[in-house]
């Protein structure tokens, strides 16, 4: 099992461009996560899916959209990008919500 | 606002010297307390969930403690494969954010 998967694992993007993060998981679990991680900050829930179909505002949500596909995959979308979106992006998973989750290997995304 | 704070920032300890990572916490009804290890360059670790104050769970040479305003990550004769960064996070009863404290940096020096 490759557990939870994040494509790219790097990027660099200018001001105003728009791309999507793209996670998968083949634990078939029910919610999935999208944080970010900033030096000092810890980790801070952008979105998440507590099931499929359903999607939910975190701790950080504007400037992001998220899209459940389905069971396995939980994309995020920055429509137009600034420098102050430059961070680290994991990608995680629960088989219920509440529950310990299993985290990607990240997105190391840089805004310029 | 559920809250966490990590203590101490860094930590450096010589193999086999034991220690405690404190994890302090605000939060309005406790769903759950994680800990998660974190190496360079990959996503954090599921280490331990515990519940209640008082709960206590073992992994090796990590132990984790819970009381009602915080709990501690033991580490009994650490090695030094054991450095990495140790997060904390608590899950409340009223929100459906898991709040990550920023975690400790942990060297283990042979």
């Known amino acids: 099992n490759a557990g939870v998967t994040q494509t790219p694992k790097f990027q660099v993007l200018k001001t105003g461009q728009s791309m999507t993060l793209q996670c998968a998981q083949d634990m078939n679990h029910n919610s999935m996560y999208w944080y970010r991680q900033d030096p000092g900050m810890g980790l801070r829930l952008i979105y998440y899916s507590a099931s499929e179909g359903t999607t939910d505002k975190g701790e950080v949500p504007n400037g992001y959209n998220v899209s459940r596909l389905n069971k396995r995959e939980f994309s995020l979308r920055l429509e137009s990008a600034a420098p102050s979106q430059t961070s680290v992006y994991f990608c995680?998973?629960?088989?219920?919500?509440?529950?310990?989750?299993?985290f990607g290997p990240g997105t190391r995304l840089t805004v310029l | 606002e559920d809250q966490v704070t990590q203590s101490p920032e860094a930590l450096r300890l010589q193999e086999g010297e034991s220690s405690s990572l404190n994890c302090s916490y605000t939060v309005s009804g406790l769903r759950g307390l994680f800990w998660y290890r974190q190496d360079p360059g990959k996503g954090p670790e599921f280490l331990f969930t515990l519940y209640s104050a008082g709960e206590e769970k073992e992994k090796e040479r990590l132990k984790a403690t819970l009381t009602k305003k915080e709990s501690f990550l033991h580490i009994t004769a650490p090695k030094p494969e054991d450095s990495a960064t140790y997060l904390c996070?608590?899950?409340?009863?009223?929100?459906?954010?898991?709040?990550f404290g920023a975690g400790t940096r942990l060297t283990v020096k042979p």
């Open positions: 995680a998973s629960s088989d219920r919500e509440y529950n310990e989750q299993f």
């Open positions: 996070a608590v899950q409340g009863v009223f929100n459906n954010d898991m709040r």
